[in-house]
């Protein structure tokens, strides 16, 4: 067995179709799916059990990366790609996995060209896309301050054990911290010029979507791995980190700041300066921004602007 496609789900059966269908006429005799369900209480199963070659498994787990490390315990492939249960592969993207492993026999890992859609009136369109070899380079940088695009990425087996798998000290952001533990390990990656995976943005996602009620928690698990790889790290991918920290901080404090939490202000604060000294004047230059669009709202924030529409 070649490749093992990992899908974690639960309660997906809203995409879970389109997912399955994108892989039905890319397999082959080297190639397993595994869906690790969490005991959905909607159609996902009964969706699963429409595809005989699938290799499913319900049982609780404690969230999306378990289910993940899960499925990686139960490939019998050498290499894995992570398929979330509402995105899709494009058409392609495992011929084109099949060759970069045949013509690069010392990765470790592949990268191919990722893409986010949106459906916008009955039409999917592109909100990002990562296709740029350069940005897609297994390093501190790219994985700090620009896209983890972890499901991008097909991973040796072995290599993602060695590297202890995903945290479970995160629910929203492992894929980070694992693809940085990657680059302190030096890791080797091959980039590919092929689309290999489509993000779905939409509300029902974890991180990939507008508004999210989770993005509080995201921010902060992001704050905690930037300060725990800065520890670690030194010279320009220290800077790095810095700069991403700073950035979240940034970002932390101004949402704290519209909802008047200043415990959540305390603690971006704190984040802030342990990343830069002078890390106040980049909150007075954000500050500085959004104050014409404060102003246009009659002096009411976003969140407040917001709820007064749903009243």
């Not at 909100?127 to 380079?137: E, L, N, Y």
């Not at 002096?299 to 917001?306: D, G, I, K, S």
């Amino acid at each position: 067995m070649i490749i093992s496609i990992v899908t974690p789900t639960f309660n997906a059966g809203g995409t879970i179709k389109e997912t399955l269908e994108s892989t039905r006429s890319q397999l082959g005799n080297d190639i397993e799916h595994l869906l690790l369900d969490a005991c959905s209480t909607d159609k996902t199963l009964e969706v699963a059990k429409g595809y005989p070659y699938l290799t499913f498994r319900s049982e609780p787990d404690s969230g999306i990366y378990d289910g993940m490390n899960n499925g990686a315990k139960l490939a019998r492939g050498e290499w894995i790609l992570f398929l979330q249960g509402d995105d899709w592969l494009p058409t392609g993207a495992i011929a084109a996995y099949r060759r970069a492993i045949t013509e690069n026999p010392s990765a470790e890992m592949i990268c191919g060209d990722c893409e986010a859609v949106r459906n916008m009136s009955g039409e999917w369109k592109s909100i990002w896309s990562v296709a740029d070899p350069i940005s897609k380079k297994l390093t501190i940088q790219n994985i700090a301050l620009g896209e983890p695009m972890i499901n991008a990425r097909l991973i040796r087996r072995d290599v993602f054990f060695k590297l202890g798998g995903f945290s479970l000290e995160y629910t929203l952001a492992s894929d980070r911290d694992f693809l940085l533990r990657a680059t302190e390990a030096g890791v080797r990656q091959k980039e590919i010029q092929v689309p290999t995976y489509k993000y779905r943005w939409h509300t029902g996602s974890s991180t990939m979507t507008e508004g999210n009620s989770l993005s509080e928690k995201l921010r902060r698990e992001n704050l905690l791995i930037a300060q725990r790889h800065q520890e670690l790290l030194s010279g320009s991918d220290k800077n790095a980190i810095r700069n991403w920290r700073a950035q979240i901080a940034v970002e932390h404090a101004m949402n704290a700041m519209e909802n008047t939490d200043m415990k959540s202000f305390g603690e971006a604060c704190r984040h802030g300066l342990k990343a830069h000294a002078y890390w106040g004047f980049s909150v007075c230059a954000e500050i500085a921004c959004r104050l014409p669009g404060y102003l246009k709202r009659g002096c009411r924030t976003r969140t407040q602007a917001r709820s007064s529409r749903k009243q």
